[in-house]
């Protein structure tokens, strides 16, 4: 794929607007050129994805007048896996007068993603958070309720007010359906073309602009390229290159890869999250790790036993052997320590021995004190849905004993490099939501994905994508192009490759496998010897994949081993970019936990001389190692300084 | 443990389907019902035979991709759990476990135990959402909305759209899904502007589409993984009759 791609000359201009933070936004939003309504049909947007970033835009770039098209993988658009967040989503709207304001919600997003976002940026994210919440309200989202009527919000890990609203725990489905139902709207007006079970395989670059994509029917196989005047990614993380992980099992990086592999740049692979409280895995079959919503750190006590190996019922442990680690190490923030913290601790827990359940792969989280507090009724109407859930997949009462948590893999901070326009350095192609580098810097506080993909979606790219568009003289092209025609024959010579292999193993075999190595190597905690270990190991498990892997079935059907064969095949070269990503990144900061580079107190130590930028890597063809670009960061208005939450 | 499996196999829409047999030894009592087919997939692949297509995605019961009638009924017979919740510990060793797509003229098998689901969307089409452009929303807390009310418009939108309920339904009605979607707006002042275009508009495509009636016969609200009550369907007809009286048709629309 893209073999013949000459790497051209990239220079990352992040165009931030001039002038105080507080006022660019608005500034650039009167400076941007705009397209007239009534030319607005003459242009056609593709946008892939049809989560919370997808649908959200989609839905507004249609109400605007364009033409848009939309691509989903699932069978419908309102099964993307934003539908799975379940806390709640951040805005700046200080309705509990504790506090909050833009400003604060800025300050604590840089300070959470440990000094390594775009300022700009995120002033942008915490000031259009409160509209979110006004047009989210406006659809019908049924968030939670005070007694009078008014708008209850809750708290959440790495802030102090609480700031995040809710709708039971399903808020992602809830925020989803909003944005669903307005999709919809537009479908049913003839606005938006839905594709269902289509596959984004490849982008259509012509003159250095993205042009239009190479899509895959699921459910025939047929090969087809589809035209637009701008393409838009929304197309989520990258966690799955971990096999397992709490995304869905279909969610992949296919389409972020292949627009890599035409010359955008990936920036800060190596910055994934670990959810702190997942269910452990149960043994082999494990076929994908759930999450349990860190709201549960709200009413829930995070602890391990004091002594190693205590088989003891948890129960009949008394408080003098319980380590309530969290609470005992950050006073100030106890259990509601932002993921990364509270990921690492439990790692330190079990990997000591203290871990608890029959595998002795979690630690506990314990509900009797709020119960005893609250009442089990109200712990009920809080969290019945995650208790339920979690008897389901454990057979445990999680009202009786406490659950047994574990962190796992969750959300890529990492994505294609975009500017501040959300346009990645292809003109013409713009990444939204999770699959850009995001806002979040090394590290993203809870109840922000699903803020950050509604701000993308609903007020942000509408604006830019128009400014793009007015602002671009690109010549008609149609799907005679040569580029159309040679990407198609790219993307169909892929898919034979695959099913001639007829080796020995499953697609599945080969991708836990990969994500073995990758948690074990590139997981919560990372040293050189590791990763150098795991860019040994990797491009041999490439070879084995491209030798030995077995697709059954046939090119022209539904046939999910061949979907699934093309995903791993992409996820297996990510999974050395984030590696190397995060070999090269010689500091901790965040999610990314260099063992090498700690504080006496087991604390991430960044290097703020060495490396507050952002890393974009460039493909440079097969086999050639990719070429780092930097984007530097400045931090104007947050001072840079070692996290505490103590 | 070991199960006997009894599949229903279906190249495409156009070629007749059959019941197959399996024998599938080693089952973790502890993986999920997906991952049990997982596992079969393996060792079919592995045998040089085609796997089983199923759809799914999220394997955390809130996606309403997966679904599959287990031994006759929608998602098997815990309640309140679709497929991927749904785990190996409630079966027993040597059971034998029938499992078949969802049938439903309005749900047109593609393979396997995938059907095309697409029919509930063209319903949302049809008014399923509030007329709200971006942009244009007052601030969240202008409109006061009761607890009880955002409660109960919660229990109605918590609907995962998996199409169990008309799997489950003798007429393969899709009131249970329509009627939570009603409910769901129409509860809230937000969608009390539209509700009567609402409530004919999606009523009309849900007949269009190929759905049958409803004979208050309860399988849906039963075997529903997020307990949605049969209620909404007598708010539904309510709001129909209302909207009727009111001289609103889905011509008119």
Redesign the interface.
Known sequence: MATNTQPVAVKLNAAVPEGPIQEKWDRHRFQMKLVNPANRRKYNVIIVGSGLAGASAAATLAEQGYNVECFCYQDSPRRAHSVAAQGGINAAKNYRNDGDSIYRLFYDTVKGGDYRAREANVYRLAQVSVNIIDQCVAQGVPFAREYGGLLDTRSFGGAQVARTFYARGQTGQQLLLGAYQALERQIGLGQVKMYSRAEMLDVVVIDGRARGIVVRDMATGKIRSHLGDAVVLATGGYSNVFYLSTNAKGCNATAVWRAYKRGAVFANPCFTQIHPTCIPPAGEHQSKLTLMSESLRNDGRVWAPRKKGDNRNPRDIPESDRNYYLEERYPAFGNLVPRDIASRAAKVVVDDGYGVGELKNGVYLDFADAIQRLGKKIIQERYGNLFDMYMEITGEDAYNVPMRIYPALHYTMGGLWVDYNLMSNIPGLFVIGEANFSDHGANRLGASALMQGLADGYFILPYTLGNYLADTKADKVDHNHAAFKDTEAEVTEQITRLLKIKGKRTVDSIHRELGEVMWNNCGMGRNEAGLKEALAKIPAIRAEFWENVDVPGESQDLNQSLEKAGRVADFIELAELVCRDALHRRESCGAHFREEYQTEEGEAQRDDENFTYAAAWQFSGDGNEPILHKEPLTFEYVKLSQRSYK | MNLKLRIWRQK?AGSPGRLVDYKLDGV?A???F???L??LN?QL??K????V?F???????????CGMMINGVAHGL?P??TTC???M?HFRDGDTIIVEPWRAKAFPI??DL?V???A??RI???G??????????????V?????TK??L??DA??C??CGACVAACPNSSAMLFTAAKIA??NL?P??EVEKYERVVGMVARMDTEGFGGCTNIGECTAVCPKSISQDFIAKMNSDFIKATFAGVTAAEK
């Not at chain 2, 040089?48 to 796997?51: A, K, L, R, S, Y």
């Not at chain 2, 399923?128 to 807390?141: E, K, M, R, Y």
């Not at chain 2, 409109?143 to 607890?147: A, C």
């Open positions: 495409n973790s502890d993986s999920s997906l991952e049990m997982d596992l393996e692949i592995t040089g035979e085609e796997p297509a759809d799914h995605d999220c394997r955390e019961g809130i996606c309403g991709m815990r309140a759990v919740q749904l785990h510990r593609i393979k995938i095309d689901r697409s509930f969307d949302i089409q049809a399923g959402f509030i007329s709200v452009t971006t942009g244009s929303a007052p601030d969240g807390n409109i006061p909305v009761s607890k955002a409660d418009s919660m939108a918590a995962i759209g769901h707006l809230l937000q969608g």
